[in-house]
């Protein structure tokens, strides 16, 4: 990991021994410093790692080798580290992306779902989400050689690469390696990356190597050059860790709030593209562009494009198959033809539990707060007109109400956003805060 990871927890410590023992000058209290958390991001809608939901918005969003901002959005299968804000514990100040392996692709086997990416291996299962150069949830299907995709991800003991996201990209980037150092021969200024017959050469002279290169540990190396090749002149080199174990705990700790294995991922937002499913009791629907499908009929017939949902499920082959649902009705409580609670007895049978957030307390709500419906979501944003914008959030068009959001850095009339609010009709999203993506 960055040195930066394993130099915070460090230097909390120092701090906290400080300030009990009355050193650092006066005998001020002592300042809780909430630790940094790493881990694979697997739910949306804020971001969760390792079955917490962190609060994304006035975030610093930079790469964890070279500490350069990042604008895109985050996304299911980034790996990351979050530094939460001293004044709280699921609000994060810092995330560091540890970007993965980028360059292009060969031996892409159908069968076995695995692929060499610039000359290293890569191995996928069905909960590696994979994005289409159009920014869509897609399949391995769409996965062929000569591609150029950026791969992100686990290294393995073994050199190979467990692939957590793979996002498919329209133009050749610069090549970049992420794996586990092998054959180091520190007269020659040389290692080995990857696993068997699949292996490339980093020749590292001439360059700051940083502390604890050793063979076993996991580095990430930058290139200066597009084309895949056995050979490679690093041009900057990073320590990700100084051992696979790391990473081995990203996989031991995934998961969602719930703490339960079929509820390993959660989406929350607006329901969008609902139709009836190819199946004849459920339905699918999209929520924060993640295809999702449901599986009782009683709720399919309920729910509505625009309906406030927390969905939790797993991630099968870029589809988030729903264990369980709480929805709230945008624009108010109206009547559901047939409807029951499905959270307690699962009367229908099916392993899929579900059931109704309320919006007021006059209809004998649990909640009687919009916060408790409040998701965060990236878009671009147009035609500012007063307190009113429009919202382009994957796929679907809002109308944004953002006349009492706060602006993080500042108010802006267009361009790409992050948003956090609610639903308060079909179509209008109400922001509480917004943060302009350059």
Known sequence: MNPIFRLIPLLTGCLAILSACGGGGGGSALTTVNPP?????????????????????GASVIDADDSHTISTPLGLGMTVSIDPLTSSATTA???YIQTGIKGGTSAVDTTAKTLNVAGLPVTTDSATFIVTSAGQAGSFADLADNLNVEVYGLPQTDGTFKATRIEIEATAQVVQLV?????????????????????????????????????????????????????????????????????????????????????????????????????????????????????????????QNGDYVEVKGLLTDGTLAAYRLEFKTAGGDRSLNNYFDDENDDRERDEFKY?????????GSYYSSDSRS???????????????????????VLTADVSTAFWEHGQVTSGFVEAKGYMTTGNTFKVTKIEAKY
């Not at 965060?376 to 679907?396: D, K, P, Q, R, V």
């Open 37 to 57: 958390v790493a881990g694979t991001i697997s739910g949306l809608g804020s971001v969760i790692v390792n079955g917490v939901r962190y609060e994304t918005i």
């Open 179 to 303: 794996g586990t150092v092998s054959n180091l021969n520190t007269a020659n200024k040389t290692f080995t990356l990857g696993s068997g017959s699949n292996t490339v050469t980093i020749a590292y002279s001439g360059i700051t190597v940083p502390t604890g290169l050793v063979n076993g540990s996991v580095v990430s190396v930058h290139t200066a050059t597009t084309a895949t090749a056995s050979q490679y002149t690093a041009t900057s080199l990073y320590l990700r860790s100084t051992n696979v174990s790391t990473f081995t705990q990203y996989a031991a700790n995934y998961g969602g709030t719930s703490g339960v294995y079929n509820e390993a991922n959660e989406l929350y937002g607006m329901v969008s593209g609902l139709t009836e499913a190819p199946y004849t009791n459920g339905c699918s629907m999209q929520v924060q562009g993640v295809p999702t499908t449901l599986r009782s009929a009683t709720l399919c017939a309920s729910l």
């Open 355 to 363: 059931r109704r957030q309320y919006n007021s307390q006059t209809s």
């Open 93 to 95: 100040g810092t995330i």
């Open 374 to 396: 409040s998701y965060e979501i990236y878009g671009t944003l147009s035609a500012c007109s007063g307190s009113t914008c429009t919202l382009t959030s994957n796929g679907s």
